[in-house]
């Protein structure tokens, strides 16, 4: 079986070099005071289409072949790959077809129709989305582009850890959101490399919690889909590949609730002055909120995408 070094993480690096954002790191003396360590902020919201999608979607779509770009791509999401996909197949000079649940936000919705990507929706609670995008793909003779399960997706994702300690340097912890898996198995392939001795803690929502409970039991477990804010993290079972990664490198997971995101997303408005969406409030709020324990001097945080309407923002925050 392939696997995921750091040599793909760097090769992908030089892919989406120039094209993709090199994301700010952000610290905050407030925050560091609050929880006792240096952080270090990956803030992934300040990445084209608003979040670190952007960074896979665009490294395995520059892979493929004139034949494949000429008939187009297929990929199903509930938002930012979607997004991330749209454009980058945009940028390649090729269509897109995505496959996206009928509640999706619709920022994230009309931005991806934004890009000049079909939209093809489904029933996330009723419908396999994964089946529906292969049946999709065949039949129109696209190339699938999934938004975790890929060895190229997974490589452009690690670029974001890549990118934050070639920055600050070693880390004592990286706290990543998990959903499907990838951008915490790319992640933690360049972390665990560049930073030896480090700890990469992944965060799903308590409602999502299927890759904590897979992790536990030492193979994938598939839970009902996640009713969640985070909508980045509502997945019923990790990736296949992802979780062949996660399993030997991510050292724990740790849940926090939907009260708990909302409070991490306020905190970034109101201290960090930022916006970032539930899914990517994940991290911070799990550092906020005490669950890592003996924590390391210096930590790092992926905030993974700021991709909220107003509307819905002020909804989540209670001020609507």
């Known amino acids: 079986m392939a696997e995921l070094t750091l040599d793909d993480i760097r090769a992908a690096a030089e892919r989406i070099a120039g094209t993709a954002n090199r994301t700010p790191v952000l610290t905050s003396r407030t925050l560091n005071d609050r929880v006792g360590a240096e952080v270090f902020l990956k803030a992934e919201n300040f990445q084209r289409v ?3 999608k952007f960074r896979g979607a665009f490294n395995a779509i520059s892979r493929l072949t004139k034949d494949q770009l000429a008939r187009g791509v297929a990929a199903y999401s509930s938002g930012n790959h979607a997004q991330a996909v749209a454009l980058a197949a945009r940028l390649a000079g090729t269509s897109a077809v995505i496959l996206m649940p009928t509640d999706a936000p619709p920022t994230k919705m009309a931005a991806t129709r934004g890009y000049g990507a079909e939209v093809v929706t489904y029933d996330r609670y009723a419908q396999d989305r994964a089946a529906l ?3 999709l793909a065949v039949e129109r003779g696209l190339t699938l582009i999934p938004p975790y399960d890929h060895y190229d997706v997974m490589a452009g994702q690690g670029t974001v850890a890549l990118e934050l300690i070639e920055e600050v340097g070693p880390l004592g912890a990286l706290l990543v959101p998990i959903g499907g898996g990838g951008l915490i198995a790319g992640c933690a392939t360049a972390a665990t490399a560049l930073s030896p001795g480090i700890r990469v803690i992944g965060v799903e929502p308590t409602a999502g919690d299927d890759t904590a409970r897979s992790l536990a039991a030492g193979k994938r477990i ?5 009713r969640t804010i985070a909508d980045g993290q509502a997945i019923a079972t990790p990736g296949e590949l992802t979780f062949a990664v996660n399993k ?3 050292d724990s997971v740790e849940l ?3 009260d708990e995101i909302r409070a991490a997303m306020a905190f970034a408005f109101e201290r960090l002055k930022i916006v970032v969406e539930p899914s990517g409030a994940s991290g911070l709020a799990a550092l906020l909120n005490g669950r890592i324990k003996a924590l390391p001097d210096r930590v790092g945080v992926v905030i993974s995408g700021g991709n909220v309407g107003l509307e819905r923002f002020l909804e989540l925050l209670g001020r609507g």
């Open 50 to 52: 608003g979040a670190f």
């Open 133 to 135: 995008a292969e049946q």
């Open 222 to 226: 598939e839970i009902a889909v996640p």
């Open 248 to 250: 030997e490198l991510v």
């Open 256 to 258: 926090v609730s939907d």
